[in-house]
Every structure is written in structure tokens, then in C-alpha cells.
């Protein structure tokens, strides 16, 4: 049965940060919602893009070569291979589009990983 997804109303269902929360597939990838707030790690993802839809607030994509500031209705796909680490002074709220296989930490397997994401 199809059913909308109402951003707001599952944003308001979690609080912790740097822990994506499912809330869609399409085909081989996943809808995620996650809220962001300080540093992440640095990372890749040798075989997965990613897409970080800012919903609210903002935040810093740190790149090798260069920093991305991303507001509210911004989106930023990072390609496979590329390092990147998020930074978010104040918290966030990000939409993330990426394939099922895709770990949080990519190649920095850390405090930060999420193996298991929870479908809300």
C-alpha cells in the first residue's frame, strides 16, 4: 500500500545524531533522515554515491580540496571516492539518498558507525 512520508513528523520521532533513520527504498536505495550536530569523521565510500538534502539548518561538507556550506533546500551528491567529512555547529536536519549498502562511516569504522539502521 503506498503512504506518504511526512519529513517533519519523522524527524520529530528521533534525537540522537550521526544515527541515519530509514524512512523509504527506491529500487536499491534508501530515503534516509538524519540530524547532524559537531564533527563527523573522514571517509569514503569506494563504491556508493551520496546525496545530502539539507531540510533544516546548515552544515559544512569538508572536502580535501575545499569546503561546501549547505543551507536548508541545498543538496550535495558526493561521488564514490571522494573524502569528506560533515560539520554542523548547530544541529541539522538532512535528507540522505544513497544505495542500501552504504555504511554511515564508509572506510572510518568508528564509535560513529551504524550497522544497523533503524526503519522508522
Known sequence: MLQKVNIAEKLGLFQDHWS?????????????????????????????????LVVAGSFVMKLRDGDI????????????????????????????????TTLNTGNAVSDKSVTQLERI
Open 69 to 100: 556550506h549547505l543551507g536548508a533546500g541545498e543538496f550535495l551528491i558526493v561521488p564514490k571516492g571522494t573524502e569528506h567529512m560533515p560539520v554542523a555547529e548547530e544541529e541539522v536536519h538532512v535528507l540522505l539518498f544513497e544505495p542500501s
Open 20 to 52: 541515519p533513520k530509514i524512512v523509504g527504498e527506491v529500487e536499491n536505495c534508501q530515503v534516509k533522515l538524519v540530524k547532524f550536530q559537531g564533527e563527523f569523521v573522514w571517509h569514503s565510500h569506494a563504491d556508493e554515491d551520496e546525496m545530502f
